[in-house]
């Protein structure tokens, strides 16, 4: 093992160079012309066999899911290399965001389950210079990494951050990270490589398949309006309960998929307002992924997708101060559990909203005051997880 080269790096292979940082003194960014001491080739070579063992066994597993993939590579690498945490970290507006994490048993013993912000961590070198991979034995006796915040404020002192590509750009890293020293081996490094090519591929092929839907979500919605005209609510002008119905045959199949949570919120419009000029003041005040829907009889819906209860409240504080103190009803679809798994709609969703509403509308002993949103929640029970029909 010990004779073998490191494996050869192209752009948009996945696998990029290999950064070996010294366990004491200084490191750079260029390539050193040798590899580090791995120890016995015996024990290394050992070490190699039980990694491609399991790497082999990760790809031959059949996945429903792309998620299921990325967490079972996650919680593969943590046990193989022994590690604290193992983390997929992806770009976004606000940086790099934490998707998917497993954590190892001594992390979760010491209460450290959750994963570090990945822009405080050396992930944001692993952007910054995608053609390597970056590997630190130690950073707290390496003077290039022993004042940065990884070490000094989040307590990593040993990583292998690896670039996830997609076709031609760097979308996220792959990382893990120990609390304690770890002198990398040849083998570990060469399996978080090959896992990070296959998590790069298993995303780069969820990327394209969502892009394909939203193709077909805008074709299905295009049909639908050549079909039926009546797809907005001649009082207000809003999306109407077809379009609600269209909108569901195409998004819910992708949310499904990805298991993305939607809050849904509903209210009756207080009378007496200039309805049209109060609706577009709040529709002002919503994202562009939200979906404000005219149920008819003054009763209103707004649908927020990849949104969990805490976000939920931020929008709702905003309409708040258009909308003045209203009781309003609230639930989470979950794709995940029954009924919502198994709806065509958000129909359930939706009424367990209602049936919110009208308690707080119900005037009896106890009642809220206005200005209250009640939320009716799913709860995780033998009945919601399996379904009613469902036999243990």
Not at 142 to 165: C, E, T
Request: overall charge negative; glycine content about 6%; proline content about 7%.
């Amino acid at each position: 093992m010990n004779n073998l080269p490191l494996p050869e790096v192209r752009k948009g292979a996945h696998l990029g160079l290999t950064l070996f940082c010294s366990s004491v003194g200084g490191s750079t960014w260029d390539t050193p012309p040798t590899a580090p001491q791995l120890g016995p080739a015996v024990v290394d070579n050992v070490l190699e066999d039980l990694h491609l063992h399991a790497l082999a066994s990760l790809g031959s597993t059949r996945h429903e899911h792309p998620e299921d993939l990325l967490e079972h590579g996650l919680r593969l690498l943590v046990r193989h290399l022994v590690v604290d945490w193992a983390v997929v970290a992806t770009r976004s507006p606000r940086g790099l965001e934490g998707l998917w994490h497993a954590s190892g048993l001594a992390a979760a013993r010491d209460g450290a389950e959750l994963p570090h912000d990945p822009n405080l961590n050396f992930c944001t070198q692993v952007m910054a210079r995608p053609m390597s991979t970056l590997v630190i034995p130690d950073a707290c006796a390496d003077p290039l990494w022993s004042d940065h915040p990884a070490w000094r404020g989040l307590g990593v002192r040993a990583y292998i951050g690896a670039p996830l590509w997609d076709s031609e750009q760097i979308v996220g890293v792959l990382s893990v990270q120990s609390r304690l020293v770890h002198p990398w081996r040849r083998s570990e490094v060469a399996l978080v490589n090959a896992i990070s090519s296959l998590f790069a591929k298993s995303l780069e092929v969820e990327a394209l398949k969502a892009r394909i839907w939203e193709l077909q979500e805008r074709l299905d919605l295009a049909h639908a309006v050549v079909e039926d005209h009546a797809m907005e609510s001649d009082q207000t002008g809003l999306p109407n309960r077809r379009y609600l119905e269209v909108w569901c045959r195409s998004s819910l199949r992708l949310a499904r998929r990805r298991r993305e949570i939607i809050a849904l919120v509903t209210w009756r419009l207080p009378q007496g307002t200039d309805r049209k000029k109060l609706l577009e003041r709040i529709a002002a005040l919503l994202r562009g992924v939200d979906l404000l829907v005219d149920l008819g009889r003054d009763h209103f819906l707004l649908v927020m997708p990849r949104t969990m209860q805490p976000g939920a409240e931020v929008v709702l504080a905003r309409i708040r101060r258009v909308l003045g103190p209203w009781r309003m009803g609230a639930t989470l679809w979950n794709p995940m559990l029954s009924p919502d798994r198994d709806a065509p709609t958000l129909q359930p969703a939706i009424h367990r909203a209602q049936a919110a509403e009208a308690a707080l509308l119900d005037p009896g002993p106890g009642a809220a005051d206005d200005g209250t949103t009640a939320w009716s929640l799913l709860e995780p029970t033998r009945e919601t997880i399996l379904g009613e029909e469902a036999e243990w």
